[in-house]
């Protein structure tokens, strides 16, 4: 399966700290996304790497891709209580995207 | 833009009961997908239509779950009977384009309880 699967399945820091979370998936991809979800909604996209890129960044969010591990990280800078939501990595390749079960993420103020 | 309507926002029903969530996909979008989020499965890919046509059912669990699109602007999601085990969000999603390289946007889910 290519369903992408998150680690640590919850996360707890403190403001102004750094959150990175983990990624491994099965298959091949053409590319893996990211999506965050605050409680009671839907998920909004945050972030696509391509397959033939490693490294991508947008404002306080970078995103590593290895695709020789299978892996990927997405690492928040200087966390804000807002950023408090379920993230999940989604990967896309023959098929329609396949998520994982996602990263609680906790950012006490 | 109005981003997907989903509705209901919340269903609670009884077992044996139909159920049907409806959703509005963002205008110009080719591509609608069908969601169910529970804790134990996380999210599953039920169905997806590529203009209005269903191009993969194999996530839908049982012959009670049916989608259909009618036009470009709406779809479906019907169970015929309901099940507690159905109890779970749905999520329709839409986006646009060919290849898997655009984002889905989702709607805000409907909650469905079956007691």
């Known amino acids: 399966s290519q369903q992408g699967e998150e680690d640590p399945q919850a996360l707890s820091i403190q403001e102004g700290e750094n959150a990175t979370m983990n990624c491994s998936y099965k298959?091949?991809?053409?590319?893996l996304q990211w999506y965050r979800q605050n409680s009671g909604r839907g998920l909004v996209h945050l972030i696509l790497?391509?397959?033939?890129?490693r490294e991508k960044h947008s404002g306080r969010l970078r995103v590593t891709l290895d695709t020789s591990k299978k892996s990927s990280s997405l690492l928040i800078t200087a966390s804000r209580a807002a950023d408090t939501a379920s993230y999940f990595c989604?990967?896309?390749?023959?098929?329609?995207?396949?998520f994982g079960k996602g990263t609680r993420l906790s950012v006490i103020a | 833009d109005a981003g997907v309507i989903q509705s209901p926002r919340h269903e609670v029903t009884e077992m044996g009961q139909e159920v049907t969530l409806r959703c509005k996909p963002i205008?110009?979008?080719?591509?609608l997908f069908w969601y169910r989020q529970t804790m134990m499965r996380g999210l599953e890919l039920l169905i997806y239509?590529?203009?209005?046509?269903?191009?993969?059912d194999s996530g839908m669990p049982e012959d009670r779950f049916s989608a259909k699109m009618p036009n470009a602007s709406f779809s479906t999601l019907k169970i015929q009977p309901s099940e507690p085990r159905d109890s779970a969000v749905y999520f329709c999603?839409?986006?646009?384009?060919?290849?898997?390289?655009?984002?889905?946007?989702f709607g805000n889910g409907t909650r469905l309880t079956v007691t």
């Open positions: 989604a990967t896309s390749g023959n098929t329609p995207l396949v």
């Open positions: 298959t091949s991809i053409n590319n």
């Open positions: 790497i391509r397959s033939n890129e």
């Open positions: 205008s110009g979008h080719d591509y």
């Open positions: 239509f590529n203009n209005n046509v269903p191009i993969d």
């Open positions: 999603a839409s986006r646009s384009g060919t290849g898997d390289n655009s984002p889905l946007h």
